[in-house]
């Protein structure tokens, strides 16, 4: 389920309805932002860091049925603006104030991802920043992955801070998709069970008649 304006509590209902039937171990809860939205403190004087969010209804009723769930932030940079043109501090005191509120029902496991988080500055800032949540909100106790483009992934990707790597495939239009997906996958493979970190796949085509 996807938290944002268009989502009401008839969806969440529906959403939490469905999970049920479905007897499925876990819902994955984004929270999706927009580069281009974030904006100082100065001149956002309209926002409430203690404002309700549908998180909360949602938690609520989650709880209630004893619902796993993974909470995932998602950046995306549709305007392609680099790391010094936004200010990546306002993003992260709303996801505080988020976390603030998983605490009623925490998630088993955080993740972090989107267009944004595909460059070393801003990876660097994430890092920064969940080592600052890790000491300050406890409570957090769920694994932290980041989503990166698995092509992005080498010996100067900072492995130690994420407790696990989500890989983000991009499709690509060139011919030999299999051999280049299969290389890289043992690429990648190797590297996490050198540097002893899981990996799960985040938003991959693996349906329909073109499979990656």
Not at 46 to 65: A, G, N, R, T, V
Not at 203 to 208: A, S
């Amino acid at each position: 389920i996807t938290l944002d304006e268009g989502c009401d509590s008839t969806s969440i209902q529906n959403t939490v309805a469905t999970v049920k039937e479905l007897n499925a171990d876990v819902l994955l809860v984004e929270i999706p932002f927009q580069v281009e939205e974030i904006q100082s403190f100065e001149n956002a004087s309209d926002f409430k860091y203690y404002e309700s969010h549908p998180l909360e209804y949602l938690l609520k009723m989650l709880k209630e049925d004893s619902i796993s769930y993974q909470l995932s932030f998602v950046l995306e940079n549709p305007q392609r603006k680099s790391t010094d043109q936004v200010n990546l501090g306002d993003y992260f005191s709303e996801i505080s104030g988020i976390l603030l509120r998983s605490n009623s029902y925490q998630p088993f496991r955080v993740s972090y991802y989107g267009e944004f988080f595909q460059d070393q500055e801003s990876i660097f800032a994430l890092n920064k920043f969940v080592e600052q949540v890790r000491e300050a909100i406890p409570s957090i106790k769920g694994s932290i992955y980041y989503g990166v483009q698995a092509e992005l992934l080498d010996e100067t990707f900072e492995w130690g801070v994420p407790d696990g790597i989500a890989l983000v495939y991009v499709p690509g239009s060139f011919d030999g998709k299999a051999k280049h997906y299969y290389e890289l996958n043992n690429k990648i493979g190797k590297m996490a069970l050198e540097k002893e970190k899981p990996l799960m796949i985040l938003r991959t085509n693996l349906l329909g008649d073109k499979k990656y």
